[in-house]
């Protein structure tokens, strides 16, 4: 509580009293809790004995939390260019597991993949198959548009309508 309040964070917000009741055999006792908040928890984590199990894996979710959180930001602060490029090479990188997992499953020919690979598009995208996926001009992938620009977007509409178009 010392580290809070040093830090200019009010005790009672962070650390506030709650009552429970205890049973104790026949009679019920008031004790005195408290209810933490998330800063809270971390400054008694971080604050805690490590060799204890509990103090450990909090220091490791507050350190992993840390990370991704730079992560994050450092993506933020990234131009729509090279966000797309970072998005396109984690796609990349997913679906180069991907592989590799279904063939380690049996998945082995370029045809079984091909069906695998169009049953889970089927699953991500409510039933469309990748010709009802392509055709759609507005598509999102982890709450973002897979198409940043106008200009991609267009090429995307353009594409599709090309390649349904019969030739004579």
Known sequence: ????????????DDFPEVRKIVEAGVTTNPKKDYELSRYACYLIVQNGDPRKEVIALGQTYFAIQTYRQEVADHFNELDEDNRRLVVRG?????????????????VITN??????QNAGYMG?????????????????????????????????????????????
């Open 1 to 12: 509580m010392i580290a809070c309040e040093n830090s200019g964070h009010s005790i009672p």
């Open 90 to 106: 984690d796609i990349k990188q997913w679906n180069q597991m991907l592989a590799e997992t279904a063939h380690n499953a049996g």
């Open 111 to 116: 045809e079984e993949f091909a069906i695998f």
């Open 124 to 168: 991500l995208y409510g039933g469309l198959d990748v010709e009802g996926i392509l055709a759609a001009v507005y598509q999102s992938v982890f709450g973002g548009d897979v198409y940043l620009s106008l200009e991609e977007k267009v090429a995307n509409l353009l594409f599709n309508e090309i390649g349904n178009s019969q030739v004579v």
